[in-house]
């Protein structure tokens, strides 16, 4: 009883998780298409640079697919321009995130 339990809630806490995960990418995406460059840049600075870096090599297009983002829209929507205007604002690891984000573009 106690593991299918566990698992039961190990399951709910995972779909959470992903629903988090794409309400995040979808409001950053959104903002780095309005230019709100600053403000984004503030919520990535508050963030663990090297978990952000590790957690972006993991994408691929099944985990695109699972959260439910549309690549082509986010070809349409952000350029490298976007990306090189966010990169100088993060300060360090900025540059690193820009080729790390411009590589996922790439693969889109």
């Keep these: 009883m106690s593991d299918s339990f566990n698992k039961k809630i190990s399951e709910l806490f ?7 995960l794409e309400a995040k990418i979808s409001s950053a995406l959104e903002m780095l298409n309005n ?23 993991n994408f691929d297009d099944s985990k695109l697919r ?10 349409q929507k952000i350029n490298t ?10 300060g360090e690891k900025g ?7 411009k590589g996922l573009l790439d693969k889109i």
């Design 35 to 57: 230019g709100d460059y600053e403000e984004l840049a503030k919520k990535i600075n508050k963030m663990d640079k090297e978990e952000l870096i590790e957690k972006i090599d």
């Design 95 to 101: 540059d690193i995130l820009a080729k790390k984000f």
């Design 66 to 75: 699972e959260l439910n983002i549309d690549k082509n829209e986010i070809k």
């Design 14 to 20: 995972g779909k959470m998780d992903e629903r988090i």
């Design 81 to 90: 321009a976007d990306v090189d205007k966010l990169a100088g604002l993060l």
